[in-house]
């Protein structure tokens, strides 16, 4: 399966600051999506994105396909922005998982 | 965005007895559904593939007498481990790709088993 690597593991945050969070995968995708697991387990979908930039609100991405990662940028964070960011991606509907990026927002 | 459910949201169970978990997708038909588990601080596993009128696939190392599932309609996709040990206690997701066109999928609230 496609391997898929996350960085930072963990990211302690004060609150108003700018992160990135990285997502590198070891072959071509159609699908890349970005979640985030709130600790009642539920993953909100945060971004579909196989190529290309969007954003939405404090939150953007882009997915650097050719070159095979993405990024995840939060800005001016908020403490509800805490909890784990999962990318997951696919050549076909079964998404490879990274092992998450832990953000911790302090007020 | 669509909306996947799943129930119960956790349930505890003896150990050698059966638990059923079901994931239905709300407002969109799924004939291919997806579930994984997620241990502890760890991130997901795709279990197998659930396809609507036919054999689930499963992923390597994954005992499929175990882990029976069922897909007998085009919202309902049903997950029953049986003779559960403690070890099997996990949370269990499910996931569903939309039918818009493209492979974005949603993902149910998960359910919680716990085997003692």
């Known amino acids: 399966g496609i391997q898929v690597e996350q960085s930072p593991p963990d990211l302690i945050l004060q609150e108003g600051a700018n992160s990135t969070l990285r997502c590198n995968f070891s072959?071509?995708?159609?699908?890349l999506q970005w979640f985030h697991q709130n600790p009642w387990g539920q993953l909100i979908n945060l971004f579909y994105?196989?190529?290309g930039t969007k954003q939405n609100g404090r939150l953007s991405a882009t997915t650097v396909a050719t070159e095979r990662y993405s990024l995840l940028y939060i800005s001016s964070s908020q403490t509800t922005d805490s909890g784990v960011y999962f990318c997951?991606?696919?050549?076909?509907?079964?998404?490879?998982f990274g092992a998450g990026t832990t953000v911790t927002v302090r007020a | 965005g669509a909306v996947v459910s799943q129930h119960p949201s956790w349930v505890i169970c003896k150990s050698g007895t059966s638990v059923k978990i079901e994931c239905r997708s709300l407002?969109?038909?799924?004939?291919?559904m997806f579930w994984y588990r997620q241990f502890p601080k760890q991130s997901l596993m795709l279990m197998a593939t659930?396809?609507?009128?036919?054999?689930?696939?499963?992923e390597q190392g994954v005992e499929k007498d175990k882990f029976l599932i069922n897909h007998a309609s085009l919202t309902l996709s049903t997950l029953t481990v049986t003779s559960a040990h403690p070890e099997d206690s996990s949370f269990y997701i499910c996931?569903?790709?939309?039918?818009?066109?493209?492979?974005?999928?949603?993902f149910g609230p998960g359910t919680r088993l716990t085997v003692t």
């Open positions: 996931s569903a790709p939309t039918v818009r066109g493209s492979y974005e999928q949603y």
């Open positions: 072959d071509s995708v159609n699908n």
């Open positions: 994105i196989p190529s």
């Open positions: 997951a991606v696919s050549n076909d509907y079964k998404l490879s």
């Open positions: 407002d969109f038909q799924a004939t291919t």
């Open positions: 659930s396809n609507e009128g036919s054999k689930a696939t499963y």
